[in-house]
């Protein structure tokens, strides 16, 4: 089972083991959301394929706002992980 992780600025804001059923409460699976994005789009093997947030972990569910200068990380055991500096527009 891979282990996944929301970090901002290092704080853990969401974590869930792939087993737990976290799919359960989304609107769509990952399957049916690639399948439409292969409709359009030719996918390649290695791609990072971000599909927004976890039911529940929102900003405006946890009251936690992005702001410039937060450091966004997320990551998957055995997999890795990838940084975003937030910045202004």
């Known amino acids: 089972?891979?282990?996944?992780?929301?970090?901002?600025?290092?704080?853990?804001?969401?974590?869930a083991l792939a087993a737990d059923g976290i799919w359960q409460a989304a609107e769509?699976?990952?399957?049916?959301?690639?399948?439409?994005?292969?409709g359009d789009e030719r996918l390649f093997l290695g791609?990072?394929?971000?599909?927004?947030?976890?039911?529940g972990r929102s900003g405006v569910e946890t009251g936690h706002w992005?702001?410039?200068g937060d450091q966004l990380t997320l990551t998957?055991?055995?997999?890795g992980e990838t940084n975003h500096?937030?910045?202004t527009s």
């Open 28 to 38: 769509w699976t990952p399957g049916v959301l690639l399948a439409h994005a292969s």
């Open 1 to 15: 089972m891979k282990l996944r992780r929301m970090l901002v600025d290092g704080r853990i804001e969401m974590q």
């Open 76 to 79: 998957i055991d055995q997999i």
């Open 47 to 55: 791609e990072l394929f971000a599909m927004g947030i976890l039911p």
């Open 66 to 68: 992005l702001r410039p």
């Open 85 to 87: 500096p937030i910045v």
